[in-house]
Every structure is written in C-alpha cells, then in structure tokens.
C-alpha cells in the first residue's frame, strides 16, 4: 500500500495472525487503554485468525498491518457498522502497535492508510471511534488526523472503587 520512514503498511493476511495476536496481547498486558483486562484475555489463534477472515472476506471492512525490517509491528482493523441498510455507510476501527515502535509515527501511517482505503470505499463515509477519555496521546493523533468528538459516555469505564472513566467517541467522514 505505501511506504513512510521505512515503514510498509500493507493488507494484512492470514499469515500475520500469530504476531498481530502477540501485539494484541502485550498491549492488553502493558496497556490501561484497552476495554480488555489482561485476565480476560482469552482469545485463542483460532479465535484471532476467523476474525482475521470476517475482515478480509468483507469489502466494507479491512485489516492493515504495519512492517519494519520485515517484522509486523503494529495493526489497524475496521469493522464495518453492520449488514443493516441504515448503519452499512459506517464502522470503527482499533489501533495497537507494539510497544517498542510508540511514538514513531507507526499510528499515524496506520490510521492514513485507513482512511486512504475508506475514501476509495464506495460504501464508507464515516469513520468512527471510542478511546477512554485518559489516554490524550491518542485523541492527540485522533484530532490531528480531522476526527472530531461527537459524544461521551460518562463513567462509561469502572477502573477501580471509586474511579471511572469516559468513554470518547470521535468520528470522520470521507
């Protein structure tokens, strides 16, 4: 697809399952900005490569990775809003990239990509999001690349006995 800093990001395939479940895990492990607790995270090979294939086999949805030296390092899925008339102009999209390649524009290639491929998409006009409401160095990106807050759900998360967080939806159309 394209190639930023030496970094490739291209359509991710079935042979990508292993690592981009690894990155899937150690960010749950590392991260307090994933819904998933690192005890709930349960999901099998098996479990990442049909949803894996749910991406690819669907026009309306994709799955991108990112590459350094030959090495996955990060992905960006969408997922479209549903087979239902009224919603199938829409979807979301999670983000992770390993650890040790943060900060160096790797989401930022991700998430252009992303919108590259919705904007060709005839079926896409808005892309959506929700990120908690802590985690600025993400809504940074977000507002950078034209998103824009369209709502909140408070308290939507619970992280302890008496701290919540927000939920921030944001939003694109192309």
């Known amino acids: 697809m ?3 800093n030496d970094i490739i990001v291209r359509f991710g395939n079935m042979e990508d399952a292993e ?4 990155i899937q895990s150690s960010v ?3 991260s307090d900005y994933l ?4 005890e709930e995270n349960k999901k099998t090979l098996l479990e990442h490569k049909a949803w894996i294939q749910k991406r690819i086999e669907n026009d309306n949805e994709t799955y991108i ?3 350094k030296d030959g090495k996955v390092i990060g992905f960006i899925a969408f997922k479209n809003g549903s087979n239902r008339k009224r919603t199938a102009h829409t979807g979301s999209f999670g983000l992770l ?3 040790n390649f943060r900060g160096l524009g790797v989401g930022e290639v991700l998430l ?3 919108l590259d491929w919705a904007e060709k998409n005839p079926s896409i006009e808005k892309v959506s999001l929700a990120v908690f409401s802590t985690n600025q160095k993400a809504i940074s990106l977000y507002k950078k690349m034209g998103f824009r807050e369209e709502g909140r759900k408070i308290k939507e998360f619970k992280i302890s006995e008496h701290e919540y967080w927000d939920d921030v939806l944001m939003y694109k159309l192309v």
Request: glycine share 0%.
């Open 2 to 4: 394209q190639n930023s």
């Open 19 to 22: 690592t981009t479940l690894d």
């Open 28 to 30: 749950i492990a590392e």
């Open 35 to 38: 819904l998933t607790t690192p």
């Open 65 to 67: 990775v990112a590459q």
């Open 97 to 99: 990239v390993h650890k």
């Open 112 to 114: 252009t990509a992303l």
